[in-house]
């Protein structure tokens, strides 16, 4: 099977970025290991190339596990919130009717939380941990999938190869994920990608307001916030955080942004 | 016109409805003992008791939240488990601070995103359109809680001009919370000005204008900008909803005292009434946003008909 050439790139950058923070990670010293003779050492070459920390831990190794720490909640989030929110928006919008509007107005309620509102509120609720804040921010994450497979669903199930099939008497799966998926599925990536930067950045967020991954486990939002701290003697624990963090999320928004000038011919 | 908007507002109803129950069950969901929380996990019964019935925890829940729904309707959001105060008034006393931090954002986005769009418009795929356009994508990726401490490394630390954390010092203390609030704003917005305003200039009217002669400048500001300002404004007001919750980051990173910084708080001491009441009262305001987005794009470009007959 050809892969679909929207899903190439955002595949290779992923798996790219996956190898990069893991080579890194295994060039840095110990993640955990305390050493207090030396604290808050300056970037360079003996000093593990980016330095250490407030406790003297290797802040190269440290940064490559959140980094991928980051990777692997964004991706988690991108795959349960996209199929679910995805299966839900082409049942929306093929049914139609009372089904479609009940569906709609659950949306409307979801999207009434701006931003990390309800994520925040969440994983705060349910405490700290990185199962948490996956499960915080799909509960966020799915409502644009469901919309956008809605108003393909919506368009799609009216053109005639898929009233043939209906007519035909295949199954309502086959219809839905044979048919009406395959021509929904551009936008849905694109939708993809940027959900997985956001949420990237809202994992992050919640790490620095020390809502997710809790010490000594690193993570780029609580390097951050920890950094802050130490900022006049120390800036690389805060600009090396944001950094990668910055890097990985700019990555994903130019394959994004690209996809989506190439769905868009107006502009 | 006045049908799209009733229309509207009797969708909004529900919404709102779903939007206290869910806040309402949500609080109630979660793992972990408010009593525990607020009492400690050795606290005899029998003040467990009393405190349950002070704060209406031992009724049904269905009764619970029919009492909920009843103080909401007079404005009142609760009391707060850990200073005792109603969280109506905890909300109102940080409101202006919070209103202030995001209307300075929001001035600071438009002041730099207009010219920046309208600059990338006029040069199309020219290198100031690609280096504005990868400017905002910048802008975009960048987290506010990097964006800040960056700021205040440089401006407050090395150059000493501005101050680190606050809202003490006036006007100075405002500009770099502003800036990093503003930021990811501004970078939406100029996009969606180059895009609009481009839409437009492939207008025939604006092909009518130029023939007749008229000058670039009276053409894109006062003949384009008019009709490409209809979707910003919009977008504008969906913004500053958004704007409340992406200062809930800023103002931790610069210890501003307004609705993000109690909601912290609140989140560390296990309040979960200033929690709801806080999620609450951000959500209705971002709908409202919404709503009146809706109907003032109606109200300004006529040529929008919603359903039939609207």
Redesign the interface.
């Known amino acids: 099977m050809r892969m679909n050439p929207y899903l190439r790139n955002f595949i290779l950058f992923v798996a790219a970025a996956f190898a990069v923070t893991g080579l890194l990670q295994s060039i840095g010293g110990d993640a955990f290991a305390v050493n207090l003779k030396g604290l808050l050492l300056p970037p360079s070459p003996e000093n593990g190339w980016l330095g250490t920390d407030e406790l003297g831990r290797d802040v190269l190794s440290r940064l490559m596990i959140g980094g991928k720490l980051s990777l692997v909640v964004g991706l988690s989030v991108v795959i349960v919130a996209g199929t679910f929110g995805t299966l839900i928006g082409l049942i929306s919008g093929y049914f139609g009717g009372w089904v479609d509007h009940v569906i709609m107005?659950?949306t409307?309620?979801f999207l009434?939380?701006?931003?990390?509102?309800?994520a925040?509120?969440?994983a705060?609720?349910?405490?700290p941990g990185v199962e948490n804040v996956i499960f915080a921010l799909c509960l966020m994450g799915w409502v644009g999938f469901a919309r956008l497979a809605r108003a393909q669903a919506l368009s799609l199930s009216r053109m005639a190869y898929v009233e043939a099939s209906q007519v035909s008497g295949m199954a309502l799966g086959h219809i839905l994920l044979k048919h009406i998926l395959p021509n929904a599925a551009a936008p849905l990536i694109v939708e993809a990608i940027f959900a997985m930067?956001g949420a990237m950045?809202a994992e992050?967020?919640l790490s620095?307001?020390?809502?997710g991954v809790q010490p000594p486990n690193p993570s780029l939002?609580a390097m951050?916030?920890e950094?802050?701290r130490y900022?006049?003697v120390a800036?690389h624990l805060?600009?090396a955080?944001?950094l990668l963090?910055?890097a990985l999320?700019?990555g994903l928004?130019?394959i994004g942004?690209n996809l989506r000038d190439k769905l868009d011919a107006?502009? | 016109m006045s049908k799209f908007i009733l229309n509207r507002l009797l969708?909004f109803i529900?919404?709102v409805f779903?939007?206290v129950t869910?806040t309402f069950f949500?609080?109630h969901?979660?793992?972990?003992d408010p009593l525990e929380a607020l009492l400690g996990e050795d606290a005899l019964a029998a003040d467990r008791a009393a405190l349950a019935a002070k704060l209406g925890l031992d009724k049904p829940i269905w009764e619970q939240f029919t009492t909920y729904l009843y103080h909401l309707m007079q404005g009142d959001l609760g009391t707060s488990l850990y200073s005792g105060r109603p969280v109506t008034n905890l909300i109102l006393e940080r409101l202006p601070a919070t209103a202030e931090l995001a209307f300075a954002a929001l001035f600071f986005a438009i002041v730099l995103s207009f010219p920046m769009g309208v600059f990338a418009a006029q040069r199309r795929k020219q290198w100031p359109d690609k280096v504005t356009m990868a400017g905002s994508?910048?802008g975009?990726?960048?987290?506010n809680?990097?964006l800040g401490?960056?700021l205040?490394?440089f401006f407050s630390?090395w150059l000493g001009w501005l101050p680190v954390s606050g809202r003490d010092d006036g006007l100075w203390s405002l500009i770099l919370p502003a800036i990093t609030l503003g930021t990811g704003m501004a970078a939406v917005l100029s996009r969606l000005v180059r895009?609009s305003l481009?839409?437009v200039m492939d207008a025939d009217y604006i092909r009518t204008a130029r023939a007749k002669g008229v000058n670039k400048h009276t053409l894109v500001w006062h003949h384009a900008m008019r009709n490409a300002l209809l979707p910003v404004v919009t977008v504008l007001f969906l913004q500053a909803?958004?704007l409340?919750?992406?200062a809930?980051?800023t103002e931790?990173?610069f210890s501003w005292p307004g609705l993000g910084t109690l909601?912290?708080d609140a989140?560390?001491q296990r309040d979960?009434a200033v929690?709801q009441g806080g999620?609450l009262f951000?959500?209705m305001v971002?709908?409202t946003m919404?709503l009146l987005a809706d109907i003032l794009y109606a109200f300004i470009d006529p040529r929008i008909k919603y359903g039939k007959g609207a």
């Open positions: 107005r659950i409307d309620i009434a939380f701006p931003g990390i509102l309800l925040i509120a969440f705060a609720l349910m405490g930067a950045i992050a967020g620095f307001l020390g809502l939002g951050l916030r950094g802050a900022m006049p800036p805060v600009l955080p944001g963090l910055m999320v700019l928004n130019i942004d107006r502009l | 969708q529900p919404t779903g939007v869910l949500f609080i969901m979660v793992p972990g994508l910048l975009f990726s960048m987290p809680f990097w401490p960056l205040i490394m630390l895009a481009l839409e909803g958004t409340l919750t992406g809930i980051l931790a990173v909601m912290i989140l560390n979960y929690v999620v951000i959500a971002y709908l919404t």
